[in-house]
Every structure is written in structure tokens, then in C-alpha cells.
């Protein structure tokens, strides 16, 4: 892909200012009737409601049956419109020649069963929602993934992790069973003692199985407040021990995670549940107001140089922060990438004034139009990485110099394994070299680099592999024996056709 011209890269800034001066303030003006119109939703209608729900996944199995009577004619996919999905460098055109199946009504609670401690919730009920309706009531689900737009759908189908994955793993892993219809229309449910190898199959599988309607996931008791503490770090070596001994510690703590501003300054955050504060000590980090959470935490960067101190005999900074604020710290401004096309996001008095609208999502992205799109991805990186724990030093070094990691903060968080340790390393920004970064070539790299190194690239983001390298990282054995039971030939695109550009061509 080329470089941007000089007219695109002026596109480019006009756009900016363009989501900064118009998008924005629209937002802020339609936001109070949205929520206003969600208050009176959620006042008056029938929640919890294992009929309601029912009722819900007919009208899914009478698409699917008017489908089947049409002769299946074209394959499957949902009706949900492609610029709300998570990926920001790749809209799902492949639906244009798809029937499409609305699943839009599948966005609530079913029940609570607090003896069980387990919810079954709908696939399009987003973070925000869940930890709000779930925290009122006293509880929180154990993988709470940061982002208020995710739904409980894509994290499954998709993947979904957190920095309490050191402790219970991926999303999926803390969902007890699945409520499946199949392309013939018929409701399936599925765990682990019950049709199993659809259970393990489907996470991951990007709706290529079935269409997800319910998943019962476990809850525990929530506390009032995190309690986290700031610990700053001057090298890889030294961000690589503390994660890992913070991980491994019996009991650990609840949440790990770090930010790297570069190859040799970092941050490592080190969480607790607690139900009590200290005076002085509350911060609300996902107030309108606060500034983006990666900023907050850059003040806590310390030159040992300066406190003529080894790093490991300074005293970390500590904060109680409410939970749900906690859960959602990485929503406004989604990290550090959306300054990229607002560029006042972090200016005092833009915050005071439109903070609380929370520039939360990627919409504002994804309106403007796709040529247009094309010109901010020739130097957007956005990718998630799961890498060995003992090669994170090996694996940054090698996107600072290979990939052209862009000239902001890297995001890592831990995911835990019974026999080896992975943590996923986020990249997400624009490229620290513009006039060297190639999006093809650098994403090649990449995934080489992943396939030597027993590392796993995240399927939400442009992947080139081929079909043999696609099979060498994900290893599709199972989702192929399910696809096959299922007669999904007709009926879904395979996997590697939806997420790989070589399939989609």
C-alpha cells in the first residue's frame, strides 16, 4: 500500500478536525435523548425474562426457516451493520452477498440464578450495560474485557481477555454453556457435558458455527473499589520479572497489567478488590473530566537516575479506583488511539465540556468515508498479540524495530495457562515511521514472527496469512470436525474466508 500524498495526508488532518468540531458536539446534543429513551426502556419493559428471551430466538429460527424454504441460496451472516464491529481497519463487505439475519432484539439480561452464581445473558449486550445492571445488584462477571461497546457475543466468537486473566483466562473460559440456532433453525445448547465439542468449538469460530443467542457465564460477588498500585519500571527485563512474579503469586492479585511509553519506561499496575478506601485516595479515572487513563498513568514514569534508588526499593503509588470505573478506564479516548482524529481529546476544557459524552467507540471513525478510512489505515496499527511470557522482551524489541510500533504506548495484559504463560501485547496507533511503515509488509513480518515464536495474532485485526499458516496458528481441527457435523458448508463462511485477506479476495 503507498504512502499518503500530500493531499491525503491534508484530508487526513481536515477529517480530524472535522470529528473534533462536528462529530463530536452532534454526539453530545443526541446523547441525553439516547439515554433518556434507554431509561424508559429499561423502566418499563419486562427484564430478565427466560419468555421474552424465547420469543426472541424464534424470530431468529423464522429468518432462518423462510432461509431454508428460499433454498438456501447465499450463505449466512448477521444483519448487525459492519462499521459498529470492533475491527478498525476492516469492514465486512463479504456480507453484501449474504442474507442477512437480524439478532438486533438479543441485547439483554435472561436471568440471574445467584445460587448457581451464573447469568445467561444475550450476545449483543455490551460491557457498559452489563457491568452497570450487574454492580447495582451486588455482582460482577470474573473477565470483565474494558471496552463499554464490546458485547458478550463478539468476545466469545471473537476472543476476549482482561488483567484478571491471569486468574481465570480467556472470556470464554468463565462461560458455563451456550444457547446455538443451527443453520436448519434448530435451538441447540451446548457445555461441556452436553454436545462438548460444539462448547469448545464455537469460541473463536466468528459465527461460522451457528448464530450464538445465549451464554451463561459465572459471577462473583463484586467490592466497591480496586485497589491499584503504580509501579514504574526502566526496562524490558525489569517489566518482564514483575509482571511474571506479580502473576504467579499465591494469592496474587486480581489484576496485572503494564504500559510501555517505550523500549526501556513503563508502567506495571498491580490490582486488589477491596471493599474499603483511604481518605485522600479515591479516583474516579473514568470521570468526564480526567484526563485518559494512559496519561494518568504516564505520571507515575520515574527515573531511578533522579531518586538515586533501584526500582525495586521505590514505594509504588497507590489509588482506590470504584470498580466500574476501573473496568472501563481504557474506554474513554479507546486508549491513547482515538487523539488520532481528535486531537483535543485530552485539552482541559474539551473535557469539561464534552467528557461526559465519552468518546468511547470507533464510530467516529468509522463514518467517515471509506476512501477517506483508506488514508488513516496506510499507518494505522491495530493489533493484539498472545506471546509466551518468556519471550515479551524478544517480541517488543522486534515490533519496535521490525514493525515500526508506533510512537505511543504499547498495552500488555496477562493471560493465564495451567502449563505456560502467555500475555497479550496490544499495538495500537500510528506508526513511529510513517515514511518507512507498509501495512502489508509490516503485518507479514509480524505473523512470521508469531509462527516461529508460538505466538498468536488476533483475528479481529487484517491478517495475510495463507491457508496452511492460518492452520499452523489456530489450529482448526476441532472447528472442523464441529463445521462438518453441522453441514455448515452451505451455510457460513469458513473462518479463514471472513478474517483472512488472501480468503476474502
Known amino acids: 500500500m503507498a504512502h499518503p500524498t500530500f493531499f491525503e495526508r491534508l484530508v487526513m488532518h481536515i477529517c480530524r478536525y472535522y470529528v473534533s468540531a462536528v462529530f463530536i458536539p452532534l454526539r453530545s446534543l443526541v446523547l441525553p435523548f439516547l439515554y433518556f429513551i434507554e431509561f424508559i426502556c429499561a423502566k418499563f419493559k419486562v427484564t430478565y425474562s427466560p419468555e421474552l428471551h424465547a420469543n426472541k430466538v424464534e424470530h431468529v429460527q423464522s429468518q432462518i426457516m423462510d432461509w431454508n424454504k428460499a433454498g438456501r441460496r447465499n450463505k449466512l451472516c448477521t444483519a448487525r451493520p459492519g462499521w459498529v464491529s470492533m475491527s478498525l481497519t476492516r469492514l465486512p463487505v463479504y456480507k453484501d452477498a449474504m442474507t442477512g439475519i437480524d439478532l438486533s432484539r438479543l441485547d439483554d439480561l435472561v436471568s440471574i440464578d445467584k445460587e448457581a452464581m451464573t447469568i445467561t445473558v444475550e450476545p449483543l449486550m455490551k460491557m457498559g450495560q ?89 459471577i462473583m460477588k463484586a467490592e466497591k473499589y480496586v485497589k491499584l498500585s503504580y509501579i514504574p519500571v526502566n526496562s524490558l527485563d525489569e517489566a518482564t520479572k514483575r509482571v511474571t512474579e506479580e502473576s504467579l503469586k499465591t494469592p496474587g492479585p486480581d489484576f496485572v497489567e503494564g504500559i510501555m511509553y517505550s523500549l526501556d519506561k513503563g508502567v506495571i499496575m498491580v490490582g486488589t478488590l477491596t471493599s474499603k478506601s483511604e481518605p485522600g485516595k479515591v479516583n474516579p479515572v473514568s470521570a468526564g473530566y480526567k484526563k485518559s487513563f494512559y496519561k494518568h498513568v504516564q505520571s507515575f514514569l520515574t527515573d531511578n537516575q533522579s531518586t538515586n534508588l533501584p526500582i525495586s526499593q521505590i514505594a509504588p503509588n497507590t489509588e482506590f479506583i470504584p470498580l466500574r470505573d476501573y473496568y472501563h478506564r ?27 459524552a465519552q468518546v468511547e467507540d470507533n464510530y467516529a471513525y468509522k463514518i467517515i468515508p471509506r476512501y477517506f478510512r483508506r488514508i488513516f489505515e496506510i499507518n494505522l496499527v491495530i493489533q493484539d498479540l498472545i506471546v509466551p511470557i518468556d519471550k515479551m522482551k524478544m517480541a517488543l524489541e522486534f515490533f519496535h524495530e521490525e514493525v515500526k510500533v508506533p510512537n505511543e504506548p504499547v498495552y500488555f495484559k496477562f493471560d493465564g495457562n495451567a502449563d505456560k504463560m502467555y500475555m497479550d501485547i496490544g499495538l495500537y496507533g500510528y506508526s513511529g515511521k510513517p515514511d518507512d511503515y507498509e501495512v502489508v509488509k509490516s503485518n507479514k513480518a509480524l ?59
Open 130 to 218: 452489563l457491568t452497570r445492571i450487574l454492580g447495582s445488584k451486588g455482582y460482577t462477571i470474573l473477565v470483565v474485557p474494558e471496552l463499554k461497546f464490546l458485547t458478550v457475543g463478539g468476545l466469545i466468537c471473537g476472543a476476549g481477555l482482561e488483567t484478571s486473566s491471569h486468574k481465570y483466562g480467556f472470556f470464554h473460559n468463565t462461560c458455563t454453556s451456550y444457547e446455538v440456532v443451527l443453520s436448519s433453525g434448530e435451538v441447540v445448547k451446548c457445555s461441556k457435558d452436553e454436545n462438548s465439542d460444539m462448547f469448545y468449538a464455537i469460541p473463536g469460530s466468528y459465527g461460522t458455527l451457528g448464530f450464538l443467542t445465549a451464554a451463561t457465564i459465572k
Open 330 to 356: 481504557h474506554s474513554y479516548a479507546t486508549f491513547w488511539t482515538c487523539h488520532t482524529y481528535v486531537p483535543y481529546i485530552d485539552v482541559p476544557l474539551f473535557r469539561y465540556i464534552f467528557g461526559w
Open 447 to 505: 505473523e512470521q514472527f508469531c509462527l516461529e515464536n508460538d505466538c498468536i495474532k488476533g483475528a479481529y485485526a487484517d491478517l495475510w496469512l495463507s491457508r496452511n499458516e492460518h492452520d499452523q496458528m489456530f489450529d482448526p481441527t476441532l472447528y472442523n470436525k464441529v463445521r462438518a457435523q453441522l453441514n455448515c458448508s452451505d451455510a457460513f463462511p469458513d473462518i479463514y474466508d471472513k478474517i483472512c485477506q488472501a480468503g476474502r479476495k
